[in-house]
């Protein structure tokens, strides 16, 4: 469905946008520098966005009279499987996040 599909697209188009922090945090902890509670943030609204997203378009896909149960279900899969990277971002973010903090203690 066209509604789904838009959804895909822009849950896409928002994980990529995560990668940018993902990033900067690297950089900046390379260089010692631990000033990263910016891009955490960032990235936590971000996965957020996805989140919702990801909810309101399994929510349509059920609610979706002309598929087949097994579509639904594939569906369902196929959103899930793609917001899943954004949920990976946002770990390797707190990994990060708690690599600096080690790093600035240590």
């Given at each position: 469905p066209a509604d789904v599909a838009e959804s895909l697209r822009e849950i896409v188009r928002i994980t990529v946008l995560m990668g940018e922090p993902v990033v900067t945090m690297v950089r900046k902890t390379l260089r010692d520098d631990f000033d990263i509670?910016?891009?955490?943030?960032?990235?936590?609204?971000?996965?957020?966005?996805?989140?919702?997203?990801?909810?309101n378009a399994v929510r349509d896909v059920y609610r979706n009279p002309d598929?087949?149960?097994v579509d639904k279900l594939i569906l369902k899969m196929v959103v899930d499987s793609i917001a899943e990277v954004s949920d990976k971002l946002e770990n390797v973010g707190d990994r990060l996040?708690?690599?600096?903090?080690?790093r600035k203690l240590g």
């Open positions: 509670q910016e891009q955490v943030k960032q990235i936590g609204r971000l996965e957020q966005q996805v989140d919702r997203i990801q909810f598929l087949e149960k996040s708690l690599v600096a903090l080690k």
